[in-house]
């Protein structure tokens, strides 16, 4: 049964090996097993692991093109895909919705700022928009076009990263999924693929004959998953050093000249 809505306010462990899930409404379900998959801000991922985020050094500041036109530069390079703008430290990606919309990200090398928290927004678009203008001054008018066609408020993104090589004991009786398990910044384009290929792997192991209890089940679904986010942890990794160089496209160039060569040579 799916309860919509439902905020967890605590998950406690009981004596017997379950856990207590308590609710916002007052209500509590005590489960023998809870998949824990609440994202970056995981509570739940205290009860499994010491491990948290640590912030990647780069921030996206994002906004939308609801309905961008013909005449949309962003848009139109945008095309069914992605669009990829680099220059030293600093980036304007660009990525096509499945409403047609397209979300421009302006990707910046940065501290991060204490004062928001991830998903903030800004109220003073104006401000926003003459920042980014000042921050990208000298690139193509073309691409800061962008900048006067998002209709949509801009959000604060600071991307996060959980370390490739993780290890944990298992806990009885409780698991993590997806960004709580294992998040990282989005340059591999990974991150809901993971995610559901986590929860489709943990449905088979709990249900393989070679698992007789929910324990088992835990350790094997675990240690796969940790053993596959390991590589994809270091790719997300690598692609964010690759895109926001301080040697602008030169990297990006070098990988794609690999790849051909390598292709070339099989
Ligand atoms: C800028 C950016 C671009 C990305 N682009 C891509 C991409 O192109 N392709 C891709 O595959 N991935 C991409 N990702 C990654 C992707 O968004 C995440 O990996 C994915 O959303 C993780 O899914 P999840 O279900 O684990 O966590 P989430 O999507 O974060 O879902 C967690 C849910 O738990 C809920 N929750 C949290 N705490 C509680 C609580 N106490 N009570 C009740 N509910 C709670 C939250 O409200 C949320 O709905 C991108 C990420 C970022 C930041």
């Known amino acids: 049964m799916i309860t919509w809505g439902a905020t967890v306010t605590g998950v406690t462990p009981l004596p017997d090996g379950r856990h207590r899930v308590s609710l916002a409404d007052g209500a509590h379900h ?5 998949i824990a998959c609440d994202g970056i801000r995981s509570h739940a991922r205290s009860l499994v692991t010491g491990e948290q985020p640590t912030y990647s050094g780069i921030t996206f500041i994002h906004g939308d093109l609801r309905d961008p036109g013909p005449g949309s530069f962003v848009a139109r390079n945008t095309g069914e895909g992605i669009l990829h703008a680099l220059g030293d430290n600093k980036a304007i990606l660009a990525q096509r919705a499945a ?55 801009f959000a604060y993104w600071p991307l996060y990263g959980l370390p490739a090589h993780q290890h944990w004991q298992p806990h009885t009786g409780i698991t993590l999924l997806g960004d709580a398990a294992h998040v990282m910044p989005p340059f591999g384009g990974q991150g809901v693929n993971m995610a559901l290929l986590d929860a489709v792997e943990l449905v088979h192991t709990l249900f393989s004959p070679q698992c007789t209890t929910i324990d088992e089940a835990i350790v094997v679904f675990e240690q796969a998953m940790l053993d596959r986010m390991a590589g994809a942890i270091l790719d997300a990794d690598a ?5 926001l160089s301080p040697a602008g496209t030169a990297p990006l160039l070098d990988h794609f000249a690999a790849a051909a060569a390598a292709e070339a040579g099989q």
Do not use: N
């Open 30 to 34: 005590d489960a023998d097993l809870v």
């Open 99 to 153: 409403d047609r919309s397209v979300r421009v990200y302006f990707a910046l090398r940065t501290p991060e700022d204490p004062a928001r928290t991830l998903g903030d927004r800004f109220a003073d678009t104006a401000a926003v928009r003459a920042h980014l203008r000042e921050t990208f001054a000298g690139w193509s008018p073309d691409l800061l076009s962008a900048l006067d066609e998002i209709d949509t408020d």
């Open 239 to 243: 692609g964010g050093e690759m895109l």
